[in-house]
């Protein structure tokens, strides 16, 4: 039984879910719980799990109900079970059922899966295929900043993570771009290295739902490392160690309202996220470690305290290339963005002396329904990107039109503007050719964005102290 064919028999149980009330956001946690028992049951793991709180406790014919059991159980698991991550996992945990007899359908459903064909693929990629399938079908909702899987493995390979290494998502999801360096690094080398030498890898994730569906994730992948459900502009990164490579897609918007407070140690106060997440990655780096991340293009643009973040990280880092990625990938936010790649100099080595800028966008189709990303479409950046994974390789800009080059001082004379243009622009898409929901879903988004830019600025004016 092929990992389509499992993750489409397991997300059908859903339809179970829905009929009993749960909404589509509360699908995939409550699919967890009972997952995360089945597989420890198929794999040996129950070891992780304390007394009366395995798989066949829960589907013991015995006086009592299955939904009372299932929610003692829930408790106990988050309380008592022996395994940090375990407890995690199970962290505040409610169940969503509301009749015992939708609970014992999942859970008959559950067991009528062929496990043996299922580990033999990989419970891991099972359960990413299930991510991925809830993104899919959450069109004007969740996963609206979900990195496509093609997108993501290229950024990985030509970062190329290696052994010993730790690699740090700060703005983690469900931990996409971790495993995805967890397979690179298990393609290039033996498992006898790698359990010699494993890497390490951090992950923060603050929203509650989307940290169990990441801790989930990196488990049945046999990951191991620091994970915090927490705010990386907080200080809760204070408890990570400086990473050799950070990979990442912040998440998009102005902070406002918080009554956490902010890290004191990032240059440059703002209410703009991701120019507050690219301090701390770029800050967070040791020397001679490297990163790539996914940002909006108004952070290459924006004056003010745009300007200052991006001379401050091409004075400190070498920031050698940036692609400019194309329409649609990201569905329900109608933004154009970019990754930026760069790396922190060790002592002596210079920063920023040039820009090497690849243009995937213009003239470029859009990405929508029906029109998938795919491996093939970065095939050319990470070919011409070359094997340095500090973006040092010998590059010629006159064998793709695509790829130019742009000296320090070219972009200090356009006041550190790293919008980079030169392509002739063709015909262009027209809005009205895209899909009705992600016409909707852009509009959508951009009344949050705007609402969130006027919450920042009501924010901003209220610590400002009055005038005496």
């Given at each position: 039984?092929?990992?389509?064919?499992?993750?489409?028999?397991?997300?059908?149980?859903?339809?179970?879910?829905?009929?009993?009330?749960?909404?589509?956001?509360?699908?995939?946690?409550?699919?967890?719980?009972?997952?995360?028992?089945?597989?420890?049951?198929?794999?040996?793991?129950?070891?992780?799990?304390?007394?009366?709180?395995?798989?066949?406790?829960?589907?013991?014919?015995?006086?009592?109900?299955?939904?009372?059991?299932?929610?003692?159980?829930?408790?106990?698991?988050?309380?008592?079970?022996?395994?940090?991550?375990?407890?995690?996992?199970?962290?505040?945990?409610?169940?969503?059922?509301?009749?015992?007899?939708?609970?014992?359908?999942?859970?008959?459903?559950?067991?009528?899966?062929?496990?043996?064909?299922?580990?033999?693929?990989?419970?891991?990629a099972v359960y990413e295929s299930l991510l991925?399938?809830?993104?899919?079908?959450?069109?004007?909702?969740?996963?609206?900043?979900?990195?496509?899987?093609?997108?993501?493995?290229?950024?990985?390979?030509?970062?190329?993570?290696?052994?010993?290494?730790?690699?740090?998502?700060?703005?983690?999801?469900?931990?996409?771009?971790?495993?995805?360096?967890?397979?690179?690094?298990?393609?290039?080398?033996?498992?006898?290295?790698?359990?010699?030498?494993?890497?390490?890898?951090?992950?923060?994730?603050?929203?509650?739902?989307?940290?169990?569906?990441?801790?989930?994730?990196?488990?049945?992948?046999?990951?191991?490392?620091?994970?915090?459900?927490?705010?990386?502009?907080?200080?809760?990164?204070?408890?990570?160690?400086?990473?050799?490579?950070?990979?990442?897609?912040?998440?998009?918007?102005?902070?406002?309202?918080?009554?956490?407070?902010?890290?004191?140690?990032?240059?440059?106060?703002?209410?703009?996220?991701?120019?507050?997440?690219?301090?701390?990655?770029?800050?967070?780096?040791?020397?001679?470690?490297?990163?790539?991340?996914?940002?909006?293009?108004?952070?290459?643009?924006?004056?003010?305290?745009?300007?200052?973040?991006?001379?401050h990280l091409m004075d400190t880092c070498n920031?050698?290339?940036?692609?400019?990625?194309?329409?649609?990938?990201?569905?329900?936010?109608?933004?154009?963005?970019?990754?930026?790649?760069?790396?922190?100099?060790?002592?002596?080595?210079?920063?920023?002396?040039?820009?090497?800028?690849?243009?995937?966008?213009?003239?470029?189709?859009?990405?929508?329904?029906?029109?998938?990303?795919?491996?093939?479409?970065?095939?050319?950046?990470?070919?011409?990107?070359?094997?340095?994974?500090?973006?040092?390789?010998?590059?010629?800009?006159?064998?793709?039109?695509?790829?130019?080059?742009?000296?320090?001082?070219?972009?200090?004379?356009?006041?550190?503007?790293?919008?980079?243009?030169?392509?002739?622009?063709?015909?262009?898409?027209?809005?009205?050719?895209?899909?009705?929901?992600?016409?909707?879903?852009?509009?959508?988004?951009?009344?949050?964005?705007?609402?969130?830019?006027?919450?920042?600025?009501?924010?901003?004016?209220?610590?400002?102290?009055?005038?005496?």
């Amino acid at each position: 039984m092929s990992i389509p064919v499992v993750s489409k028999r397991i997300w059908s149980l859903c339809h179970v879910l829905r009929d009993d009330g749960i909404v589509f956001h509360k699908f995939l946690s409550e699919l967890t719980y009972l997952l995360f028992l089945k597989i420890a049951e198929e794999t040996g793991r129950e070891n992780l799990l304390p007394n009366g709180c395995h798989w066949s406790d829960l589907t013991a014919d015995v006086d009592g109900g299955m939904l009372g059991r299932y929610r003692k159980m829930l408790t106990t698991l988050g309380e008592d079970a022996p395994d940090h991550v375990v407890r995690e996992i199970f962290r505040f945990p409610t169940t969503v059922f509301n009749h015992e007899e939708n609970l014992r359908k999942v859970v008959d459903g559950i067991n009528a899966i062929d496990w043996h064909e299922a580990k033999i693929d990989g419970l891991g990629a099972v359960y990413e295929s299930l991510l991925q399938r809830s993104v899919a079908e959450a069109r004007s909702g969740a996963g609206q900043y979900f990195t496509p899987r093609p997108l993501v493995d290229a950024m990985v390979s030509v970062l190329k993570p290696g052994l010993g290494e730790t690699i740090q998502d700060p703005a983690a999801g469900t931990a996409g771009f971790l495993i995805s360096a967890q397979e690179y690094i298990a393609s290039k080398h033996t498992k006898a290295a790698r359990e010699k030498n494993p890497p390490r890898y951090q992950s923060i994730e603050i929203e509650g739902d989307t940290y169990r569906l990441c801790l989930m994730n990196m488990f049945l992948h046999d990951m191991e490392g620091q994970f915090i459900h927490g705010d990386a502009l907080t200080e809760d990164a204070a408890a990570l160690t400086a990473p050799d490579v950070i990979i990442a897609n912040p998440p998009f918007g102005s902070s406002a309202g918080g009554a956490r407070a902010r890290r004191s140690d990032l240059p440059f106060p703002t209410s703009n996220k991701q120019l507050l997440f690219l301090q701390h990655i770029y800050l967070a780096l040791k020397p001679g470690g490297r990163a790539a991340v996914v940002l909006p293009d108004n952070v290459l643009f924006e004056d003010g305290v745009g300007r200052r973040v991006r001379k401050h990280l091409m004075d400190t880092c070498n920031v050698h290339t940036l692609l400019r990625l194309p329409g649609g990938i990201f569905y329900a936010a109608d933004v154009k963005t970019s990754v930026l790649f760069f790396s922190r100099p060790r002592e002596g080595e210079p920063a920023t002396r040039q820009m090497w800028v690849y243009d995937l966008r213009t003239n470029m189709q859009r990405f929508r329904k029906g029109r998938n990303l795919t491996n093939e479409v970065f095939a050319d950046f990470v070919r011409l990107y070359g094997d340095d994974p500090l973006g040092r390789s010998q590059r010629d800009d006159a064998i793709d039109p695509r790829f130019r080059v742009f000296s320090r001082e070219d972009i200090s004379e356009r006041n550190d503007n790293l919008d980079l243009r030169w392509l002739p622009e063709g015909h262009r898409e027209e809005l009205d050719e895209r899909e009705p929901e992600e016409i909707l879903a852009a509009l959508v988004q951009t009344l949050r964005s705007a609402l969130g830019d006027v919450e920042a600025i009501a924010a901003d004016l209220d610590r400002v102290p009055n005038a005496e």
